[in-house]
């Protein structure tokens, strides 16, 4: 039994998992990007087998080769995950002071949010102080182009709009395309955005974006409640409380304003 059991965990394709665990635990564990005989031998592997275990993971993203002597470093899926848990964790931690000062001034529900694959996650909130409120927003995915989160991440470039038609799920969602690119460029302009009845009858949101230092847009805190209480002159009210709170965020995060950078 115990040889039946050897030979299970040394067949052939328990072998090609250990070899390919093997080199991309090196690749990622080194200090610099390592060539392929280096990582052959480190690994006491022929290069023509080393190869072609590599050629596997550099096809599902796990290691990718740079420059003309094809030195091997973390490939994009590894670096897009792990800067992606990192990133979340410290904006979580950073947002929420900007998340208590936007609630304690609006008395409504705020969100911290972030591009996820085909659409909005949710990560930090602070619930409103109303009887009245919007839920739970912690772990419901939404689309894009009827949310002012979303709107926000299309405009600068941290989403993409799905093929197909768009869903239509209120009655001022906006579904043509040539609309919708319209207002992405009102977006790009003011540097906020809106949706009122877009998400959901009844419905107001206003968001801004947090930058990096790159000043890619990777985030945005968000305000949302019923229209009820978020009438046009209340979001108008609100709209410097949650700019002024992102911008300071995303100063945080190393981000400087174009202002800032002249001078």
Not at 213 to 233: C, D, E, K, V, Y
Request: glycine letters at 8%; hydrophobic letters at 40%; aromatic letters at 4%.
């Amino acid at each position: 039994m115990e040889q039946e059991f050897q030979a299970a965990r040394t067949g052939p394709g328990t072998q090609a998992v250990e070899r390919a665990a093997d080199l991309l635990v090196r690749v990622l564990e080194s200090e610099e990007p390592l060539a392929l005989g280096d990582l052959a031998a480190a690994a006491e592997l022929p290069k023509s087998t080393a190869s072609r275990v590599v050629s596997a993971l550099e096809r599902h993203g796990l290691v990718s080769q740079e420059g003309s002597r094809g030195r091997l470093r973390p490939g994009p899926a590894i670096l897009r995950y792990a800067h992606r848990g990192i990133v979340e964790r410290s904006l979580v931690e950073l947002a929420r002071e900007p998340l208590d000062a936007v609630a304690q001034a609006s008395g409504e529900t705020v969100n911290l949010a972030v591009p996820g694959p085909g659409a909005v996650e949710h990560i930090a909130q602070v619930d409103s102080r109303h009887f009245l409120g919007t839920g739970q927003w912690l772990g419901r995915r939404v689309d894009f182009h009827c949310t002012a989160v979303g709107k926000l991440f299309l405009a600068f470039g941290a989403a993409e709009l799905p093929a197909g038609p768009l869903r239509k799920l209120a009655p001022n969602t906006i579904c043509d395309r040539v609309r919708l690119e319209a207002e992405l460029e009102r977006v790009r302009r003011d540097d906020y955005a809106t949706a009122v009845d877009e998400l959901e009858p009844g419905l107001a949101a206003l968001a801004a974006p947090i930058r990096d230092s790159a000043g890619q847009t990777i985030a945005a805190l968000s305000i949302t409640g019923p229209t009820l209480r978020l009438p046009p002159q209340r979001l108008a009210e609100l709209r410097t409380v949650v700019i002024r709170e992102a911008r300071a965020l995303s100063s945080r995060l190393g981000h400087r304003e174009q202002g800032d950078q002249a001078a």
